[in-house]
Each structure stands twice: as structure tokens, then as C-alpha cells.
């Protein structure tokens, strides 16, 4: 069984740029939750999608926004960057949300903005 | 407001030794508490987790222990093996599946 993958593993980007960023949940998982990690902040929940609808969002600015396809596939926007959304952008998979605390995580894409 | 917290950022421990990392919370509401574990280049592994009506869970090495009235959550690993080494994130799971992680403890099990 495939396990959560994560696209792409590296990207640079200059300040203002957006990005996208791609997940592809475990086959069978309807929920998708996106993290920020940071040295500082540690892991930041972002927000979660299930079946197509942001169910859970966390406390950061409405640059960032994601959105979930029917097949659960989740991609995560930022637009307009700043320096300090550089960080390692963490996407985990759950078969309805991570209610008993486990759920399964991505490699990451790290995101270096300059 | 970190409702999930660790105060040590770093820890060290020699092999074969107990490691004991430490977490409080400060929002009683919580349905399952949890750990993860992550290596450099690798994202975060389930490690083990605790329902809130419970004190104690045990997974082979890993002990989770729960401390309501202190607030206080706690992993002990016993015992340590270097491979051990890596960043603990201690959490919570809210009631809508999202899950809230402190800010990290690196353990480094030295041989």
C-alpha cells in the first residue's frame, strides 16, 4: 500500500511568488490535514479537508488556502511569499481525521522563499 | 495560546538507559493525547497515543503516562537504543480530527 506522497520535495521561490503544493493521500483516506515546520514554531496545523470540504483550519493568514479533489488529493496555495514562509510544508492522511491521534504523514516539500 | 507544550528542546540520554520526555497541556477537552517521532528528511511517524479516561499505554518499549490533575503527559522509552534518536512531538487530537503538536524535543541516545 502506498504511502502519503508529496510534490514536489524541494522548490525555491522568490518573495511575492505563489506556490502549489501537491498531496496524495493513502488510498482509502478521506481526510487530508496540512503542517507548517518551522525550527521555531515546531509543527503548525494548517488546515484539514475531508470529502472535498475544509473541515478544520488553524490560525494563519488567508494566504494560504488549500482545496481537496474527489479522488482526495489535496493541493495547499500560498500566495504572495514572504521570507518567513520559508519552512518544511507536512501533509497527512486519515481514513475520516486523526480522531485516536494517528495519522500518516509525507516526506514534506521544503519551501525556501528568496 | 500553546495548549500543548515541552519544555526541554533537547535531550540526552546514554544507550540502553531510560529516556523520559515530558509535556504539559493546559485544555482538559482533549480526546486522545499522542507522540510522534520524526527523523531529519523524514516526516512525522505515530508513535503512540492515550485516550483521556486512561493513566497508562504501553506499546513494547514505549510507555505514554497521563497525569490529569497535573496536566501532564509523559513517554518513557526503555530502553533507549541510538536509533532512538530523533525529534519527539507530544499532541493532542481535537474533537474534529485536527491534531495540535508542542514545539519539539530532540533526544539524542548516545552509544
Known amino acids: 500500500k502506498a504511502g502519503v506522497t508529496q510534490t514536489p520535495r524541494y522548490l525555491i521561490k522568490t518573495r511575492g511568488q505563489q506556490v502549489t503544493l501537491s498531496c496524495s493521500p493513502i488510498?482509502?483516506?478521506?481526510?487530508v490535514s496540512w503542517y507548517q515546520q518551522t525550527p521555531g514554531q515546531g509543527l503548525q496545523f494548517l488546515f484539514e479537508?475531508?470529502?472535498?470540504?475544509?473541515?478544520n483550519k488553524g490560525n494563519f493568514p488567508g494566504r494560504f488556502s488549500g482545496r481537496q479533489f474527489s479522488n482526495s488529493r489535496s493541493e495547499m496555495n500560498v500566495s504572495t511569499l514572504e521570507l518567513g514562509d520559508s519552512a518544511l510544508y507536512l501533509c497527512?492522511?486519515?481514513?475520516?481525521?486523526?480522531?485516536?491521534?494517528?495519522?500518516?504523514f509525507g516526506q514534506g516539500t521544503r519551501l525556501t522563499v528568496v | 495560546d500553546q495548549q500543548v507544550k515541552q519544555n526541554s528542546p533537547s535531550l540526552s540520554v546514554q544507550e540502553g538507559r531510560i529516556s523520559i520526555l515530558n509535556c504539559d497541556y493546559t485544555?482538559?477537552?482533549?480526546?486522545?493525547f499522542l507522540w510522534y517521532k520524526k527523523y531529519p528528511a523524514e516526516g512525522p511517524t505515530f508513535l503512540i497515543s492515550?485516550?483521556?479516561?486512561?493513566d497508562k499505554n504501553e506499546d513494547g518499549r514505549f510507555t505514554v503516562f497521563l497525569n490529569k490533575s497535573a496536566k501532564h503527559l509523559s513517554l518513557h522509552i526503555v530502553p533507549s537504543q541510538p536509533g532512538d534518536s530523533a525529534v519527539y512531538f507530544c499532541?493532542?487530537?481535537?474533537?474534529?480530527?485536527?491534531?495540535?503538536f508542542g514545539k519539539g524535543t530532540k533526544l539524542s541516545v548516545k552509544p
Open positions: 499532541g493532542r487530537a481535537g474533537s474534529q480530527g485536527n491534531l495540535i
Open positions: 479537508y475531508f470529502s472535498e470540504t475544509q473541515r
Open positions: 488510498s482509502g483516506h478521506r481526510s
Open positions: 492515550i485516550s483521556s479516561i486512561k
Open positions: 485544555n482538559s477537552m482533549f480526546d486522545y
Open positions: 497527512a492522511s486519515s481514513l475520516e481525521g486523526a480522531l485516536t491521534g494517528e495519522a500518516f
